[in-house]
T-cell receptor, first 113, second 112 residues
Framework: DTAVSQTPKYLVTQMGNDKSIKCEQNLGHDTMYWYKQDSKKFLKIMFSYNNKELIINETVPNRFSPKSPDKAHLNLHINSLELGDSAVYFC????????????FGPGTRLTVT | GESVGLHLPTLSVQEGDNSIINCAYSNSASDYFIWYKQESGKGPQFIIDIRSNMDKRQGQRVTVLLNKTVKHLSLQIAATQPGDSAVYFCAESLNQGGKLIFGQGTELSVKP
């Protein structure tokens, strides 16, 4: 059973398009996150939600909008995609806000052409 | 050996040897330090954490050492195996709602 799943695994799209990445966790965790990993493997947090409430909102362009319909799901919608958005996006979850053991999904490789 | 293209620090060890991966962190106020392992094509995986009021913690085949004086963290892997080949990240937490600040990453290669 997959603990944290993301769809799609690969996403190739053109500049200016709007796309979404979906994430689901079946661990019963309260907290979910989105991370961006660039081509140099640098991993940076973008957002976190706890019980559907936005907790962390890093300095991310407002073209990125997370949505948490319930505590098991955290989706990421990206408007007007730019070349610099190309990266691997990871969803993660943890039992609670103060838990540092975060469970990561397999990642979504986004390529903007 | 050197890894072309990734510009990550690299460490190459022989199978069975011990590995030491080092990390310098930035914030004296960080309250937790964590090590993650990322295998190729996968998401990072939690290995071990250490609270800032400790200087050593042991897990299964891994030991984390924390030196707050010089803001240095290390991960020791005993009897390194080919399955340990991965990129290893240290991360620090400032107790801001689970926010982790990840370090650069070190690529570990284990030669059989």
């Amino acid at each position: 059973d997959t603990a944290v799943s993301q769809t799609p695994k690969y996403l190739v799209t053109q500049m200016g398009n709007d796309k979404s990445i979906k994430c689901e966790q079946n661990l019963g965790h309260d907290t979910m996150y989105w991370y961006k990993q660039d081509s140099k493997k640098f991993l940076k947090i973008m957002f976190s939600y706890n019980n559907k409430e936005l907790i962390i909102n890093e300095t991310v362009p407002n073209r990125f909008s997370p949505k948490s319909p319930d505590k098991a799901h955290l989706n990421l919608h990206i408007n007007s995609l730019e070349l610099g958005d190309s990266a691997v996006y990871f969803c993660a979850s943890s039992q609670g806000l103060a838990e540092y053991e975060q469970y990561f999904g397999p990642g979504t490789r986004l390529t903007v052409t | 050996g050197e890894s072309v293209g990734l510009h990550l620090p690299t460490l190459s060890v022989q199978e069975g040897d011990n590995s030491i991966i080092n990390c310098a962190y930035s914030n004296s106020a960080s309250d937790y330090f964590i090590w993650y392992k990322q295998e190729s094509g996968k998401g990072p995986q939690f290995i071990i954490d250490i609270r800032s009021n400790m200087d050593k913690r042991q897990g299964q085949r891994v030991t984390v050492l924390l030196n707050k004086t010089v803001k240095h963290l290390s991960l020791q892997i005993a009897a390194t195996q080919p399955g340990d080949s991965a990129v290893y990240f240290c991360a620090e937490s400032l107790n801001q709602g689970g926010k982790l600040i990840f370090g650069q990453g070190t690529e570990l290669s284990v030669k059989p």
